[in-house]
Every structure is written in structure tokens, then in C-alpha cells.
């Protein structure tokens, strides 16, 4: 790189020309910062004619000629989905050349394999924009708080989710409402179950997990539920009760297991999480030093996702300049990621809101409270409303295991008075 | 550093002491992360008698030695004070020995001095620690949005003052109450000028100042207002508005120079900083492409100050391993800070909260209104309340420049109506 860091781009959607933009608006100062100057080499786009009028000199329609393209240096991989750019990004650490994506599909699924290749052929790989955006989260999890142990990472880091949960929550309206809103104002896609069924936040739950605790965890590891069964009704018992609900994405680890979940769930109104509010994403971790820390920002959007891959460009610079990818005794270490196993959800300790329509008779919360006595799941609070035939009955648990809350919620259902189990929602964060 | 990196210590009063305790009990994980073991080489202490019983094998009271040991990779700083740090990490460097440093005076009075040491002999400085304790700040600043752009920096930098402020908000307690209350507990020192004066934040400042725009800002350059002043009265009346009152740290550039300040302000109770409670830290950046971004933790104690320092010395370990410090040309334009002009606080553009204590009679709304009027000062909202003899009149500005302000105020202690000039506080990040 004799008059700068060429930069392959595959992709040029709105984050990929946001990356172009900054690179040349703010060319001088990442020069500086990146101790070299860094010049856009080829793009691969599939439709030549659509990015035809946007000034890239060296415009392809063939991604491969970008991985193999001699003068790249570094290749920033903006095209999303697993395939084809799992044998894209495969191809360029090969032959020893570094990445930087935004993909977290990609991460989530295959950041292992990814990991190791880089090692073995000593390339970079950066993927600081694959999880919350803008936000710097992957960085100060592996720099940062490498000397620190972290016990537990708190994530809101959907934002579609976020915007309709503060929707419902603020203008007490339905789901439905809430998600048609999120979609007029292009926070939701035409069809949103990526994002409301919790996928989204799976894969980026795996990716943090994966490196908080030095294990391999992929997003089919992920315990998911998503918002769909949240109801007003929940967000107002909630609201009344002190706590917000929020999707949260969980990593722990506990008896030498690391767990990951996703699921909505009662958050304290007073904790640091309750008060991120519209399409904003936070991730809250838990460091055993360190104590609580929280990192907040936008989660999306072409800028905040493109600052975060010229973030890790120049990162990659540094490195290159340096003489060397990261030192070979870490990459060995790297390359053979600690065999942490991956927990059973059902051993997650969990603490849960349960909202039962009952018969309104004697004897009721009687054979209720028996069957969480059947499991030892204790209750730490009962709210009941008589509505003439039916009553709602909300139970608050202290601490469980996620497995007797299922087996208490199956024996529940099989009580003649127990008309239906209306929601089940998680406590995290404390108490109220 | 056959086997293994040898740390020199310098201090081991709380901090240094949790750092040999992560240094310990972290030992393998640190391993694996930094690519290397680390060994606690040389420890030099005031007092030997002290510090006899903590095992440590080389405990010297000559920190010279420690600078100066052939065998030592990499100096800790934590001893804190300008003097003799100053001295010992200027004689570390420049035999190429990089430093870690957890101290805030040393780096806001002489950071870019030191900065040019490093880069000159190749060693590495870094101070993570010496801003918001454990919470990472100055790597994500200098390497996450290296390819952005900031446009100002907001920060709660100092727990003392917030943890007062925080009590004083919502147990309606005098100023002097919730100092002693933050004594008791630990949080204030028994002379707590330093925090309540404003020069911890201040020193706080300059160093996000420096770094956000590569600028070279002191603590001396930065505008500084303490706490003493803010009253359960100005409390009351933000709450009322739906503001809180927090001791901000800002640094800002416009016009081509680079403003810092640490004052009070009122922060919109949505604001996320608005949430940040009792001793907690948080700084929030305003980035061009990445947007809003917060970051929030304990910005002190001897573990999460620990913890940064631990981080540091990964990344310390890692450019080492990596055969080299940064890379030359960074190197060089590090060394040459851009010289970035500091700007006058009288061209800051504020937004202002006036109290007034009027005589309560004709006129005098007509006369203050004038005394704003001369200098364009334009009012945003007007509150009185009567008192038989006086009145409290209530000003809050729109957005004006600081200089104005100052004359509009020397201009009402002028005016016959206006018994004092009650409280001036600004407003910052928005509307409430």
C-alpha cells in the first residue's frame, strides 16, 4: 500500500455509501488517524446500471473480482446475508486478506470457522457494525474488558422491537397499531418477523455471547421469543407494578455454561435499560471489576452502521501498518476457541410475571399457588381482579429455574379453574 | 519478554492493589486475550512497612528503580499527582518504555507532551483509567469513531457531584446535607473542593477535549462553575420544567476552535444522561455519522479503575507482541497535535436558566425584559411568583452566546429593580 490502503467494497447499498462518503468527506482526518490514506478500490454491485451514476471509477458486477483484485488491501463486506458472502469473506482471509462486514447473519451463524481462518492466514477480521450499529460494543467487550470477567450482558438491541414496545407503551395502543407506525416510518420491514419474532436479536445476542465468554455460540443456540404475545394489558400490569418491557437479549455464564436468550421482559422503570426509548439500541454488561456499564446509540441506520465499518478500517490500518495482523501467540490462542459449553435454557435462572384468566370461585389461587409449590417456584407477589364470571390473576416469582417456571406453567394448564395462561413474561434487572 | 510481560508498579494504594489482584486472579484469561502471560515485576511504594504483608516479592520505596528496571515492559502508573509522576513517566518513555496511566492531572495538564514522548521513541501511552474510571471512553473516542466526526462531547465526569446533586433532587436536601451525606459514605473527601469546585470534571474535559478533536486543550483552558451555588430552590424549579440538574463537562468545537466548560445545567428529564444516578458516570457524544452515543458506568473505584488499567495493558501487550508500537506515520501525526485553536467561553452558545429576585411592583418585567432585549438575548419562557415585598422572576433564554449573557446579567445587578441575581445554571441537550 505505497499511496494508501485500498479498500474493496462489496456492496453499495445505503451503509455501503455511507462507508464511500465518509472515506472521502473525511479523508484527511482518517489519514491521520489511520496513519495512511485510504483510497475506494473496486465495488461490486449486482445492478451495474443502478450505481452507474454515483462516481466509482472501478464499478463490477462480479464480487469474486473484488476478493481476488491484487491491490485490495481490505475488504468491507456491506451485502448482508449469509450467502454468498460466507465464500466471499472465506475467499479473502484465505489468501490473507483482511475484513471488515457488517454482517451478523454471517457472524452469528459461521464467526467461528471466520475467526479461525483469519488466524491461520494472520488477516483481520472487524465486525464492530454487526451488532448495535453505530454503538462501539465489540471492541470495548475484547479490548477493553480483557482484563475484566464478565458475568452478564443485558441487550436491547433490536430497534424495530424498541419502537413498538415505546409505542404500546406511551400511547397504550396495540401491537398491531405499533407495528403499522414502525412501518410507515420504515423502522419495520412489509414483513417484520425477522425483527419481531426476535431473529434479528438472536444473531446478535450469539456474536455477543460468543465473545464475552470466549466460546462458540451461534445464533440456533439462541432460547428466542419474540414480542408478538405482548399485550397492553401486560405493559399497563407492568407500569403499574414500577417496571417497562422491553425484548432483551441475554448472555450469562454460569457453571462453566454460557447461556443466550431472547424474550421480552418486565425491566425496572429506575434501571439504565428502561430508559431506551424509540428505535435506540443499549447493551448493559455486567463486568465483575468493572462493575455496571452501559453502551447506547443508534442500532441502525446507512451513518451509524458506516462509521462503525471506517471505525474498524482504520483499526485494520493500524494493524497492517504495524507490520503485522494481531500477534501470533493470540492467534493461537484465538484460532482455538475455548470449548465453553452452551447451557440449557431450561437451567437459566429466571424470575417471571404470569398473567392467568381464572375462574373468579373459592379455592382458586389455592390450587394456582399449589401447583408453583409443586415445582418450589415461590411467589413473591399476587395481584387478582374479579371481572363477574372470570378474574385475572398476576403472579410475580422470585428467582427459578427456567425449567420448573415451564413445568409449573404445563401443571397450570391442566387445572379446571385455569382458563388460560394469557402471558408469561421474564423479570430482569432487579427489582422494581 | 521470553516469558511472559513484566509490569512495573508505580503506587500500590487501591488501585495498584486491585490491579495486582486481577493481574492474579485473572492470570489465564489475561493470557490467552493479550497473546502473552503478564508478571508483576517491580513495586514501588512511599511506605515499605505498609505494604510488607501483600506479597510482593519486589517492593521498593525508590520508584526511579522501577523506571529505570531493565527487565520491565511496561510501567503502571497509578500513583496519581502531577509531581513526581510527571518526571517518572517522562523518563519511562523516553528509554521506550510504554506507560499505562490512571492519572487525570498528569494527562490534563501535560498529555500532549507526553504524547510526543511516546511517539518519538516508539513507546505506548494510555490512560483509559484517567477518564470515567472503568467505563471505556478514550479507545472508543480514538479508535471506534476514528472515521467519524464528533461535534461535542456531554459528560457527567465526576460521581461526587452527582451523587450530591442526585440526593439534593429527589430527597429535596440543602447542598450542605448532601455533601455530608456523600462523606459519610465515602464519596466526597473531607476538603471536597476538588469535586464540588469543578476541577476534577475540568481535568476530565480536557482530556475528551484533546482527544474528540485532536486538539491540545488543558485543564487551564477549560471555563470552570461548581456546585456550591445550586440551590433545592433552582432544583425545584427545573423539576417543574421537566429538567434535572446534572454538573456537565462539554467540549465542543465550532468556528475552527475547540471550546471546553464544566458547569451546571439543566438536562431534559428524557435526556439519557438524565438518567444517570448517585455516583455513576456517563459521557454522550454527538457524532456526524454515528449519531447519539452514550456511555455510562462507575466512573471511579479501586476495581473498575482496575479494571481499565488491566485493558490498557492487553492492549499494550498486543501492539507489543505485534513487534511494534503504533505505526510511524500515525506516529508522526500524533506527535504533531493539529493545532486547533481553544476558543473564548464568550462564544459558546448557551442556552440560559436566570432566577431573579425583584422588587414585586410595575415596570419591572418591562425593565429586565430591556436589560435581555440590549444584548438580543432572546427570552424563551417567563415565570413569577409574588411574595408580598419581592417577587422570584424566572428567565429561561433560547440559545444565545455565553459573552451576551454576561452582559445581560451585569446589566439586571445594574437595574434598581433587581435585588440579586439568584441563580444562573445553562441548559443543555435540548428542549424538556
Request: with cysteine.
Amino acid at each position: 500500500m505505497p499511496d494508501g490502503l485500498v479498500v474493496g467494497l462489496l456492496g453499495h447499498g445505503t451503509v455501503g455509501a455511507g462507508v464511500v462518503r465518509l472515506l472521502r468527506e473525511h479523508a484527511d482526518q482518517i489519514a491521520v488517524r489511520a496513519g495512511v490514506p485510504m483510497r475506494l478500490g473496486p465495488v461490486a454491485v449486482r445492478d451495474l446500471a443502478r450505481h452507474s451514476g454515483a462516481g466509482l471509477p472501478r464499478l463490477t458486477d462480479d464480487p469474486r473480482a473484488v476478493v481476488a483484485a491484487e491491490d485490495v488491501d481490505v475488504v468491507v463486506e456491506v451485502m448482508g446475508g449469509v450467502d454468498p458472502a460466507r465464500a466471499l469473506v472465506t475467499s479473502a482471509l484465505q489468501r490473507g486478506c483482511s475484513v471488515v462486514t457488517a454482517n451478523k447473519a454471517l457472524i452469528a451463524r459461521h464467526g467461528a470457522q471466520l475467526r479461525a481462518l483469519a488466524a491461520a492466514s494472520g488477516a483481520r477480521l472487524e465486525y464492530e457494525a454487526a451488532v448495535a450499529g453505530g454503538v462501539p460494543i465489540i471492541k470495548p467487550l475484547r479490548e477493553s474488558l480483557a482484563g475484566d470477567r464478565v458475568r452478564r450482558v443485558l441487550g436491547i438491541l433490536n430497534g424495530t422491537t424498541n419502537y413498538i414496545l415505546t409505542r404500546m407503551s406511551e400511547d397504550a395502543g396495540s401491537f398491531a397499531d405499533a407495528l403499522a407506525d414502525a412501518q410507515r416510518l420504515g423502522y419495520a420491514e412489509a414483513d417484520p418477523s425477522a425483527d419481531v419474532e426476535g431473529h434479528d436479536a438472536a444473531q446478535k445476542a450469539a456474536i455477543l455471547a460468543s465473545l464475552a465468554f470466549d466460546a462458540t455460540v451461534t445464533d440456533a443456540d439462541v432460547y428466542r421469543e419474540g414480542i408478538t404475545g405482548v399485550t397492553t394489558t401486560d405493559i399497563a400490569h407492568a407500569a403499574r407494578m414500577g417496571y417497562v418491557v422491553k425484548l432483551l437479549a441475554i448472555a450469562e455464564q454460569a457453571d462453566g455454561r454460557v447461556g443466550a436468550r431472547v424474550h421480552p421482559a418486565l425491566v425496572p422503570a429506575s434501571h439504565p435499560l428502561a430508559a431506551v426509548r424509540d428505535a435506540y439500541n443499549a447493551v448493559f454488561v455486567e463486568g465483575e471489576a468493572a462493575g455496571s456499564l452501559m453502551f447506547y446509540g443508534r442500532g441502525a441506520g446507512a451513518m451509524p452502521t458506516a462509521s462503525a465499518v471506517v471505525g474498524d478500517l482504520v483499526t485494520v490500518a493500524r494493524a497492517l501498518l504495524a507490520g503485522e495482523a494481531p500477534p501470533k501467540t493470540l492467534l493461537r490462542a484465538r484460532a482455538e476457541p475455548a470449548q465453553v459449553p452452551v447451557a440449557d435454557v431450561a437451567t437459566a435462572v429466571v424470575q417471571a410475571y404470569v398473567l392467568l384468566d381464572v375462574a373468579d370461585e373459592p379455592g382458586v389461587l389455592a390450587a394456582v399457588a399449589g401447583a408453583f409449590g409443586e415445582r418450589s417456584v415461590s411467589i413473591r407477589s399476587v395481584w387478582q381482579e374479579g371481572r363477574g364470571e372470570t378474574a385475572q390473576l398476576l403472579l410475580i416469582t422470585h428467582a427459578t429455574l427456567e425449567g420448573d417456571l415451564r413445568a409449573t406453567l404445563d401443571r397450570l394448564r391442566t387445572l379446571p379453574t385455569v382458563r388460560d395462561v394469557a402471558s408469561v413474561l421474564r423479570v430482569e434487572g432487579g427489582e422494581a
